[in-house]
């Protein structure tokens, strides 16, 4: 599912592509997607604004609009991707990784769509419709942007309680972005056993945990997702640590499927 990398680039795309443009009509009848307004309630909120600047903390992506007119919240769900098609079909595109060889794309798995006056269309791409369109999203319950805590914030809520320390990387009240692959990859660089309490780790670790997490994140940023992050590609049986060569486990902490490698991670 798209994590904070990926939802940067579709923030990007946005920023890049649609802002300073009047928005002529918004199509949100997909009650679902766009729960709980009902279809034409964020279409008579936006029509006529422009947006005016791109956010995102974590996961969670947020356009502001121009006349002190409301924000609107896009999620990606577990797949989402945004395209911004300008009139001459130039494409400015960011979020959940396509993969190839999959079915053609159908019209009605664009969720949500906003079309601008001089003929350039926003849409938000999902086909298996988890993703969300949400007036004035609630940002109360998102911890610190995993990307940009600083130390001494991230030493305090990593290392409070006696949860797993890869539970606490997912814990989006903790750290706002870190998904299951992020979480995986920024172990395995600071060499930490995901399975370890948070009360015993010191100073030391947790400063080597900051600094994995940021170069984790900025380096899928740069390069397109976390999916581009070197152990990943080993995260299935038979494969081999990517550093030393050794056997790569596998458990369940936090609830999510977790690798790491068998002789640095313990």
């Known amino acids: 599912m798209p994590?904070?990398?990926?939802?940067?680039?579709?923030?990007?795309?946005?920023?890049?592509?649609?802002?300073?443009?009047?928005?002529a009509d918004v199509?949100?009848?997909?009650?679902?997607?766009?729960?709980?307004?009902?279809?034409?309630?964020?279409?008579?909120?936006?029509?006529?604004?422009?947006?005016?600047?791109?956010?995102?903390?974590?996961?969670t992506m947020w356009v502001s609009t121009s006349?002190?007119?409301?924000?609107?919240?896009?999620?990606?769900g577990m797949a989402g991707?945004?395209?911004?098609?300008?009139?001459?079909?130039?494409?400015v595109e960011g979020g959940d990784p396509i993969r190839r060889g999959g079915a053609e794309p159908k019209a009605e798995w664009d969720r949500f769509t906003i079309a601008f006056e001089d003929g350039a269309v926003l849409r938000l791409f999902d086909k298996r419709r988890?993703?969300?369109?949400?007036?004035d999203p609630d940002l109360d319950?998102?911890?610190?942007?995993?990307?940009?805590?600083?130390?001494?914030?991230?030493?305090?809520?990593?290392?409070?309680?006696?949860?797993?320390?890869?539970?606490?990387?997912?814990?989006?009240s903790v750290l706002a972005g870190v998904g299951n692959l992020l979480a995986d990859?920024?172990?395995?660089?600071?060499?930490?056993?995901?399975?370890?309490?948070?009360?015993?780790?010191?100073?030391?670790?947790l400063t080597a945990l900051h600094r994995s997490l940021r170069s984790a994140t900025r380096s899928a940023i740069a390069k397109g997702g976390v999916h581009t992050g070197e152990v990943i590609a080993h995260?299935?049986?038979?494969?081999?640590?990517?550093?030393?060569?050794?056997?790569?486990?596998?458990?369940?902490?936090?609830g999510r499927t977790t690798w790491w490698c068998s002789v640095e991670q313990v």
């Open 235 to 254: 995260r299935r049986r038979g494969e081999h640590c990517p550093r030393c060569g050794a056997e790569m486990a596998r458990g369940t902490v936090g």
């Open 141 to 172: 319950r998102l911890g610190p942007d995993a990307g940009e805590v600083g130390l001494a914030e991230f030493r305090e809520r990593m290392s409070r309680g006696t949860a797993p320390v890869k539970a606490r990387l997912l814990d989006q």
């Open 27 to 59: 199509d949100d009848r997909d009650s679902y997607v766009c729960r709980p307004h009902a279809p034409g309630e964020i279409r008579d909120a936006l029509v006529g604004r422009e947006l005016t600047s791109a956010h995102r903390r974590g996961k």
């Open 130 to 135: 988890l993703s969300r369109a949400v007036l």
């Open 3 to 23: 994590e904070l990398p990926e939802v940067e680039t579709a923030r990007t795309a946005i920023e890049r592509a649609a802002l300073g443009r009047t928005i």
């Open 81 to 91: 991707r945004i395209f911004v098609t300008e009139a001459d079909g130039t494409v």
């Open 67 to 76: 006349g002190s007119g409301p924000s609107l919240g896009l999620h990606l």
């Open 185 to 205: 990859q920024t172990l395995w660089q600071a060499r930490i056993d995901p399975r370890r309490r948070v009360d015993t780790l010191d100073p030391d670790d």
